[in-house]
């Protein structure tokens, strides 16, 4: 069976270079959201900018899923660096994936156990993730690392914050939507994959780096993801 590949980007800058590359392209506008269906470098995929955050990227890749028929979903952009030797344009290849932000702990559960899936972390792929680890070396990315990587409804610029994400869960680095694909791909039974390119340090600097190096970072972060796609067999 042909796999049909979701792209997902939370902003625009994520998604941009992606969908003018895109063959028979056709688009579908679901709400607020326009799916970009079409043949990238041969495989068959759709490609959608959701919105930023949780939500908005559940209810996107639900929709791949359901209505476009995903088989796998690719969660393209950037991310804070939770991990001290990550710096601006280094890249972040998900193993797993957690909701920093989830919590019934006061209940007895442990932090980030998600409800219904009862997992804190949520495995990517594991085949994807080393394509994807291949990928931004052969792209030459001075520093590549796999691991956990930490979502939630924030963008994080509190030292303190970071730290105790970092403390709390391991990982590399946060971003506000891979852990809710991993969620949604996890429910449908659908392979996920999350490819992460750092924009800034998730710290007291990073609303300033954050629009220095976010565009840049996003193009990157979507050659890795174009390299990975063609991988996908
Ligand atoms: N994406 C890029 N930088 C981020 C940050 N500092 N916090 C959350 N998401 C991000």
Redesign the pocket.
Known sequence: MAEIIGIIGAMEEEVSTLIPALEDHTERRIGIVTYHVGKLDGKEVVVARSGVGKVNAALTAAEMIRTFHATVIVNT?????LDESLEPEDAVIATALVQHDYSTAPLGDPPGRVSGIDLVYIPADPAISVAAENAARELGVRRVLTGTIA??D????DPAR?EWIRRTYGGL????EGAAIAHACTLYGVRCAVI?T??????GK?DVD?PTF?VRAAARNAKIVRKVVSAIR
């Open positions: 952009g950037v991310a804070g660096a979502s939630g924030q963008f994080i610029s970071k680095a946060c971003e506000m992460r750092i924009s800034d340090r998730a710290d990073a954050f976010a």
